[in-house]
DNA sequence: CCACCTAATATTGTCGACATTTTTTCTTAA
DNA sequence: TTAAGAAAAAATGTCGACAATATTAGGTGG
């Protein structure tokens, strides 16, 4: 994993320790949803002072995991699927766009490695033993080198930098790691073929299906679930 | 203007205001773009502490108007057509979205608020002695309030919280206040007619093509200048 | 004269204490 | 008993000082 994400690479400074460990916590639940975060608790309990403790708290608002009101603190972001169908929403515009631009920008030496990463998934997939590994990791992955793919800072940074954590966030809580792990890596297959052709369009397109698709997938599981 | 934009509502803290003042300052240039800040330094000028004036910086780092580095400091951001370009991609995919989603859930109520606002910016424009109006408030109302449309909570953070101020700087520092007044006025009119007719997929595509007019009039300019 | 290393300076990161606001608790009156 | 108000407690916002890091200035050797 990694890769080129601004909030993973190395933490220099205490805040950015705390940040990743309080990250971690929150997107586990360990740090429930929902739940009023106080200062001073959190501050003892990482033996750090309320300066840097406030110093994480902004970076986790930054990604929009905690939210703060003037004078009265914060909390930690409440799951609902309401917002969660919102981010796949979101996802859906802005990795369909993020596709496109890869099949513009994407040098062939990026493809080749898309192309290497998928055949490792197939493999791993035909083993039988990495399906999890492929659900989660592996679709992670795919999904990243594609946002990278574009050449974007500006999508990069909203979608690696942000939206990134609370999808895995919700997968976490939810326990979504969706069941369509055939379909999904045959979807994969095509949108790399598309942007191996440079055909934008198509390739925005197919990776807007395949987001909607996880979305619908969803739907329904809740529908079931009542 | 104003509306729900969570960055220009009531400043209760003094960071807030310090903040705000700020973003002024570096959407109208007075701070320069790509200019290091020295913390101590704009701390004396606003008479604050150095906490309280870093507090202000995270705001603004959230708009990514300006950009921190560990024990290096902070630099207001660059302006580059590459950057602005960058923006335009991310808002053709967002606003695009943003519009079929106002086309699925706007009330009744809000799409008559939009043509009422149309209407007064024909008049506007027929009277001739608001051209700069529509062109600059007046398109951003336009947008903002289709934005808030969706009812999309996510889509209305990034857009309006975050990219928005990008755009303002943008806009102003590149002095372009685009000379599409006429042709934006029809755009806007046949968006709210898809919106109406509660046509999210062409509300959509409109959007799209508005944006990306407007990226390829920049991109002439640009063209022009060289 | 230039490159490299070292010392001095300045900047950022962190801390603990105080000020202000909110929340809770307790009292009092209807 | 309940509701409203006042006092007490706790939380957040702000401050100034110290510690750690980066930048600059100066000196030495090649």
């Known amino acids: 994993m990694a890769l080129n994400n601004p ?25 429930k949803s929902g739940s009023k975060i106080s200062e001073p608790e959190l501050a003892k309990n990482y033996q750090i002072s309320r300066s840097t403790l406030r110093e994480a708290l902004n970076r986790l608002e930054k990604c929009h995991l905690i939210e703060r009101k003037a004078n009265v603190g ?7 699927i309401a917002g969660l169908l919102e981010i796949y929403v979101v996802r859906e515009a802005l990795e369909g766009m993020a596709c496109r631009e890869a ?25 039988q033993d990495g399906v999890s590994y492929y659900q989660e990791e592996g679709d992670l992955d795919f999904h990243y080198k594609v946002i990278l793919g574009s050449h ?23 326990g979504m790691n969706s069941p369509r792990a055939t379909k999904a890596f045959d979807e994969h297959s095509r949108i790399i073929e598309a942007i191996a052709d440079r055909d934008g369009e198509l390739a925005e397109m197919l990776m807007r299906r395949h987001i909607a698709a996880s979305r619908k997938n969803i739907e329904k599981k809740i529908a079931q679930q009542q």
């Not at 909030?7 to 997107?27: C, N, R, S």
């Not at 914060?74 to 609902?80: G, P, W």
């Open 152 to 174: 974007n800072q500006q999508l990069i940074n909203i979608l690696c930098g942000q939206l990134y954590h609370l999808v895995r966030m919700y997968r976490c809580q939810f």
């Open 103 to 127: 099949a513009n920008n994407m040098t062939d030496e990026e493809i080749n490695e898309m192309k290497a990463m998928l055949a490792q998934h197939a493999s791993a997939k035909a083993l």
């Open 74 to 80: 914060s909390r930690v972001v409440e799951c609902s």
């Open 7 to 31: 909030t993973t690479q190395a933490a220099v400074t205490t805040a950015d320790k705390v940040f990743e460990q309080m990250l971690h916590a929150i997107v586990d639940g360990t740090i």
